[in-house]
């Protein structure tokens, strides 16, 4: 079958950095994407490998595996907006963008 | 604007009745999506066109009709609604068929309660 997995909680202090983490197992693999969702709103996209390696995008940077089938998102001096459910998602043949069950990131003061 | 609309933004109906979602993009893509978001938040595709040819088609009840009558548009019909029905509904648009480094484009969501 096809699955991703994340933590569905992580807990950190303003200032902080954080990790989540993503492990895929996909028929077929065509990038590891990251999306954001704010309770009420829509998922928006952060980020995207298609290689292994560190991608920086501002305080956010995401990193593939491929050969561990594995990937996070960091985020750096967090802030109480970022409060919000991190999804990774995968492509995989066939055009099927598949998503994890989403990690709640909760930012304390 | 340039983004992913759909109405409406909240619906809520009877068991039974049949509703539609509608959703337009503005942005030239050339692939539209729908995904279903149950209470804990999961997201689930449902369909996708690639300028109007239907090319995912997920184990969806056939209660759910989707039509794409351009590459902007893509609407979602729902016939006999159930109580299982009742979800965030998102449409997502992206380019040449997959997520890429733009990644998709969601509009804000229809919140279908089914009573």
């Not at chain 1, 200032?15 to 996909?26: D, E, L, R």
């Not at chain 2, 759909?6 to 942005?27: A, F, H, R, W």
């Given at each position: 079958?096809?699955?991703l997995?994340?933590?569905s909680?992580?807990?950190a ?8 983490n ?15 969702q ?5 998922p928006?996209?952060?980020s ?32 109480m ?6 999804f990774c998602a ?8 598949i ?11 | 604007d340039?983004a ?5 933004k909240?619906l809520?109906t009877?068991?039974?009745n049949?509703?539609s979602?509608?959703c337009?993009?503005?942005?030239g893509?050339?692939t539209m999506?729908?995904y279903k ?19 995912i ?8 009709s989707?039509?794409s009558?351009?590459?902007?548009h ?9 109580l ?10 992206s ?9 998709y484009?969601?509009g ?8």
């Amino acid at each position: 079958g096809q699955s991703l997995e994340q933590p569905s909680e992580v807990t950190a202090v303003e200032g902080a950095i954080v990790q989540i983490n993503c492990t895929y197992q996909t028929s077929g693999f065509y990038g590891l994407s990251w999306y954001q969702q704010h309770d009420g709103g829509a998922p928006t996209f952060l980020s995207y490998n298609a290689l292994d390696g560190l991608e920086e995008t501002g305080r956010f940077s995401s990193f593939l595996s491929r050969s561990d089938s594995y990937g996070y998102l960091l985020l750096q001096e967090l802030q109480m907006k970022d409060s919000a459910s991190y999804f990774c998602a995968v492509r995989d043949m066939g055009f099927k963008t598949i998503f994890g069950a989403g990690t709640r990131l909760f930012v304390k003061a | 604007d340039t983004a992913v609309s759909q109405t409406p933004k909240y619906l809520v109906t009877q068991m039974g009745n049949d509703k539609s979602i509608k959703c337009e993009q503005n942005l030239g893509h050339d692939t539209m999506y729908w995904y279903k978001q149950d209470s804990k938040k999961f997201l689930k595709i449902m369909f996708s066109y690639n300028n109007k040819e239907l090319i995912i088609n997920e184990t969806v009840p056939n209660r759910f009709s989707p039509k794409s009558p351009d590459k902007a548009h893509l609407n979602l019909h729902i016939n006999s609604l159930e109580l299982g029905d009742s979800a965030v509904y998102f449409c997502a648009s992206s380019q040449v068929g997959g997520q890429g480094v733009y990644g998709y484009t969601f509009g804000s969501g229809t919140r279908l309660t089914v009573v």
